[in-house]
């Protein structure tokens, strides 16, 4: 077989806040995106790889080469079905808020509650019962246990449940270090199936599948149309070996899902969803719920030796949320999503919030290194296109408070009685110091050219640029927490134009 046939399922999303200019610049950087996926599936014996650029909900490039199932040599397609393993753990997760916000469990509600068979079983007399919130995080204490765990997904609860109640090994006391555990989310599939009172599997299709229009997601994988199910392989003594499908059972809550690159953009976008808006709330889960999810709660490590796409040194920190893996690298870009391998499989998906892109990438080689190939993708998307942050709204207090800050500005006349500052403020700033610093700046500057708009780092925090003919002014303010908030800390500067 030619080891250049290849498949890879990537698909990038973008929000849309990105404009003509953005996507232009996004469509230049493709050729190099499409001879990076080439050169990696080929690199890793990869049978399969298919990649495309959404924006404003189209597909503005998409790629499909190789096959999904080299015997019948089907073709894959964004409709071709992969097992994603672990990437299903946020399914999971997300599931378990629901049922907090419904207000039918608590997070940190001891396990035992629902499991009594792991009642009294601990690291040490000392350790903690093991809550919900522990099993969301990687932090019960449990073992690493890839890849056992793999080989546990078809168990059925009858099973599952006796071999808790044997015993478990701990690795360490509960709630003070990160391991890896898909026993873990196994227990919270169980817990999802007594709180609800259906399968896990039924729950996830019926409130949030469903919802969100994935309607080729599968658990088992004999129910999957022939011509579209992905067929897994790893890579022995230059060939693709077939491996044999795993079934469907207890611990399908910690990667059972299978699904395709159509399907999974959907989840994918809703999660890019998430930002703070006035908007209608999704069915599915509540914006609130669904940043929680992303936030980094239990850190796992710091790579002091991480490099970029480009090679440079860019040392990065790794936390886990809820089902979801959270990275922010030296440039304080953040990524978020997960990572599933099984045998035959290997995927991942990322998004970086502030852009509003994500990508996933599915692959039928045995813990194919997906996540290796999205990072590369998106690092070098950032430096070839040099997309922005997606820009942070300015409040209206903070347009308030500069055009008075401006008003008073460089005399300072009359500051103390200008309604405008925090109570502190005139015991940590001093007018005439303030007046000596500001009005030599403004003189340098010359003739005041422009007020630009504030550039806020939050709601209540931000800084303006000043244009001058001979320099610029940069001021920077801090609001107090009070309301209406008022100016508690203040910086001028001069920059050059």
Same mark, same amino acid.
């Given at each position: 077989?030619?080891?250049?046939?290849?498949?890879?399922?990537?698909?990038?999303?973008?929000?849309?806040?990105?404009?003509?200019?953005?996507?232009?610049? @996004? $469509?230049?950087?493709? !050729? &190099?995106?499409?001879? *990076?996926?080439?050169?990696?599936?080929? /690199?890793?014996?990869?049978? =399969?790889?298919?990649?495309?650029?959404?924006?404003?909900?189209?597909?503005?490039?998409?790629?499909?080469?190789?096959?999904?199932?080299?015997?019948?040599?089907?073709?894959?397609?964004?409709?071709?079905?992969?097992?994603?393993?672990?990437?299903?753990?946020?399914?999971?997760?997300?599931?378990?808020?629901?049922?907090?916000?419904?207000?039918? @469990? $608590?997070?940190?509600? !001891? &396990?035992?509650?629902? *499991?009594?068979?792991?009642?009294?079983? /601990?690291?040490?007399?000392? =350790?903690?019962?093991?809550?919900?919130?522990?099993?969301?995080?990687?932090?019960?204490?449990?073992?690493?246990?890839?890849?056992?765990?793999?080989?546990?997904?078809?168990?059925?609860?009858?099973?599952?449940?006796?071999?808790?109640?044997?015993?478990?090994?701990?690795?360490?006391?509960?709630?003070?270090?990160?391991?890896?555990?898909?026993?873990?989310?196994?227990?919270?599939?169980?817990?999802?199936?007594?709180?609800?009172?259906?399968?896990?599997?039924?729950?996830?299709?019926?409130?949030?599948?469903?919802?969100?229009?994935?309607?080729?997601?599968?658990?088992?994988?004999?129910?999957?149309?022939?011509?579209?199910?992905?067929?897994?392989?790893?890579?022995?003594?230059?060939?693709?070996?077939?491996?044999?499908?795993?079934?469907?059972?207890?611990?399908?809550?910690?990667?059972?899902?299978?699904?395709?690159?159509?399907?999974?953009?959907?989840?994918?976008?809703?999660?890019?969803?998430?930002?703070?808006?006035?908007?209608?709330?999704?069915?599915?889960?509540?914006?609130?719920?669904?940043?929680?999810?992303?936030?980094?709660?239990?850190?796992?490590?710091?790579?002091?030796?991480?490099?970029?796409?480009?090679?440079?040194?860019?040392?990065?920190?790794?936390?886990?949320?809820?089902?979801?893996?959270?990275?922010?690298?030296?440039?304080?870009?953040?990524?978020?999503?997960?990572?599933?391998?099984?045998?035959?499989?290997?995927?991942?998906?990322?998004?970086?919030?502030?852009?509003?892109?994500?990508?996933?990438?599915?692959?039928?080689?045995?813990?194919?290194?997906?996540?290796?190939?999205?990072?590369?993708?998106?690092?070098?998307?950032?430096?070839?296109?040099?997309?922005?942050?997606?820009?942070?709204?300015?409040?209206?207090?903070?347009?308030?408070?500069?055009?008075?800050?401006?008003?008073?500005?460089?005399?300072?006349?009359?500051?103390?009685?200008?309604?405008?500052?925090?109570?502190?403020?005139?015991?940590?700033?001093?007018?005439?110091?303030?007046?000596?610093?500001?009005?030599?700046?403004?003189?340098?500057?010359?003739?005041?050219?422009?007020?630009?708009?504030?550039?806020?780092?939050?709601?209540?925090?931000?800084?303006?640029?000043?244009?001058?003919?001979?320099?610029?002014?940069?001021?920077?303010?801090?609001?107090?927490?009070?309301?209406?908030?008022?100016?508690?800390?203040?910086?001028?500067?001069?920059?050059?134009?």
């Amino acid at each position: 077989m030619k080891r250049n046939v290849l498949f890879c399922a990537i698909l990038l999303f973008v929000q849309s806040f990105v404009n003509a200019q953005n996507t232009e610049s @996004l $469509k230049s950087a493709l !050729p &190099v995106i499409d001879k *990076i996926c080439k050169d990696f599936a080929e /690199k890793n014996h990869l049978p =399969s790889l298919v990649y495309g650029l959404v924006i404003d909900g189209q597909i503005i490039h998409s790629n499909h080469i190789g096959i999904a199932n080299t015997t019948t040599k089907t073709l894959a397609d964004g409709k071709s079905v992969y097992r994603i393993a672990s990437m299903s753990k946020s399914f999971t997760a997300m599931a378990i808020l629901q049922l907090r916000d419904a207000g039918k @469990l $608590k997070l940190d509600e !001891p &396990v035992s509650l629902y *499991i009594p068979e792991i009642k009294g079983q /601990k690291f040490s007399a000392d =350790s903690p019962e093991i809550t919900i919130r522990h099993l969301l995080t990687h932090a019960a204490g449990f073992p690493e246990d890839n890849p056992w765990g793999d080989r546990q997904l078809a168990i059925s609860d009858e099973t599952m449940l006796k071999m808790f109640k044997k015993g478990i090994s701990f690795s360490n006391t509960a709630g003070v270090a990160y391991e890896y555990s898909n026993m873990g989310f196994a227990m919270l599939g169980y817990i999802i199936k007594k709180v609800s009172g259906q399968t896990y599997q039924n729950y996830i299709n019926q409130h949030i599948l469903k919802p969100l229009g994935m309607n080729d997601t599968y658990w088992d994988y004999t129910k999957v149309p022939k011509n579209q199910l992905a067929v897994g392989y790893r890579w022995m003594d230059e060939n693709w070996v077939e491996q044999p499908m795993l079934g469907d059972g207890a611990y399908g809550a910690m990667g059972g899902m299978l699904t395709t690159i159509d399907d999974f953009g959907k989840y994918l976008t809703f999660h890019l969803s998430a930002s703070v808006s006035d908007k209608k709330e999704s069915p599915v889960l509540k914006r609130s719920s669904l940043r929680e999810m992303h936030q980094p709660w239990n850190f796992s490590y710091f790579s002091v030796d991480n490099k970029n796409a480009l090679g440079k040194s860019c040392p990065n920190i790794s936390a886990y949320g809820y089902g979801l893996r959270w990275v922010q690298d030296c440039n304080h870009i953040t990524n978020i999503g997960h990572s599933g391998g099984l045998p035959g499989f290997g995927s991942n998906w990322k998004m970086l919030p502030e852009f509003g892109i994500g990508i996933i990438s599915f692959a039928n080689r045995t813990y194919a290194p997906a996540s290796a190939l999205n990072t590369q993708i998106l690092d070098t998307l950032i430096a070839l296109t040099h997309l922005k942050p997606k820009p942070i709204p300015v409040s209206a207090i903070l347009k308030q408070r500069q055009n008075e800050l401006m008003s008073i500005l460089p005399s300072w006349q009359n500051a103390e009685q200008s309604g405008i500052f925090a109570e502190n403020f005139f015991l940590d700033y001093f007018v005439k110091p303030l007046r000596n610093e500001a009005e030599p700046i403004f003189a340098n500057a010359g003739k005041i050219l422009k007020i630009n708009e504030m550039i806020p780092e939050n709601n209540l925090r931000g800084y303006f640029i000043v244009e001058g003919e001979n320099a610029n002014i940069k001021i920077s303010f801090t609001l107090s927490p009070e309301k209406p908030a008022l100016i508690q800390e203040y910086h001028i500067q001069q920059i050059k134009k």
